[in-house]
């Protein structure tokens, strides 16, 4: 069964205090490694695909990376409106559907 | 205007009663999804379809059943509501040939007392 990890569940960060958020992950066979950005109240956004070990993405202040087991969500010199809830979802290339599972999130607030 | 559209976008309804939820896309997408969320307990997939004929069960489907009237609309149906039913309710589409990362409607908001 198809595993998704985030942590921590909750982050406060001051603005411009980088840190990183966890997804670890239990996958028969990697398709997809999917980061989506949430705001409260709204749907997902999505944010990366990461396909295998060692690639990497950026967008602004967030890099995503990704090894055989774990992806991480760094983010540079944060601000307020990087405050968010941020979802990590994998999708198998083999076994089944083909549905991606989502973590639960970790809640990113980000103080003035 | 919005690629992936939800409606109603709030909805207030008694238990018992029978309620429709639509989404529609523009993106020329094959799979939609279902989800609900709440609290705590993170995005969970009601039913999912890959195209106008495959339906298929997700992990909470009971209470729920869906309806595929095109590649472009696929609608949520709560035969009898009951209040553990209020949640969020998301809408998806992805594309099968692409990528497959998901794109979501902006979210329908369900109080069911």
């Known amino acids: 069964e198809d595993q998704v990890t985030q942590s921590p569940e909750a982050l406060r960060l001051q603005e411009g205090e980088s840190s990183s958020l966890n997804c670890s992950y239990t996958v028969s066979g990697l398709r997809g490694l999917f980061w989506y950005r949430q705001d409260p109240g709204k749907g997902p956004e999505f944010l990366f695909t990461l396909y295998s070990a060692g690639e990497e993405k950026e967008k602004e202040r967030l890099k995503a990376t990704l090894t055989k087991k774990e992806s991480f969500l760094h983010i540079t010199a944060p601000k307020p409106e990087d405050s968010a809830t941020y979802l990590c979802a994998v999708q198998a290339s083999s076994g089944g559907s083909y549905i991606p599972t989502f973590g639960r999130g970790t809640s990113l607030i980000v103080h003035p | 205007d919005a690629d992936v559209t939800q409606t109603p976008r709030n909805r207030i309804t008694k238990t018992g009663k029978r309620i429709m939820l639509e989404c529609s896309q523009t993106k020329g997408h094959d799979r939609m999804y279902w989800y609900r969320q709440d609290p705590g307990l993170g995005l969970r997939l009601i039913y999912y379809?890959?195209?106008?004929?495959?339906?298929n069960k997700g992990e909470i489907s009971d209470g729920y059943s869906v309806s595929r009237q095109a590649q472009a609309k696929f609608s949520l149906s709560l035969e009898s509501a009951i209040p553990n039913q209020t949640a969020l309710y998301f809408c998806?589409?992805?594309?099968?040939?692409?990528?497959?990362?998901?794109?979501f409607g902006p979210g329908t908001r369900l109080t069911v007392t």
């Open positions: 998806a589409t992805s594309d099968s040939k692409l990528t497959y990362e998901q794109y």
């Open positions: 379809s890959f195209d106008v004929k495959d339906i």
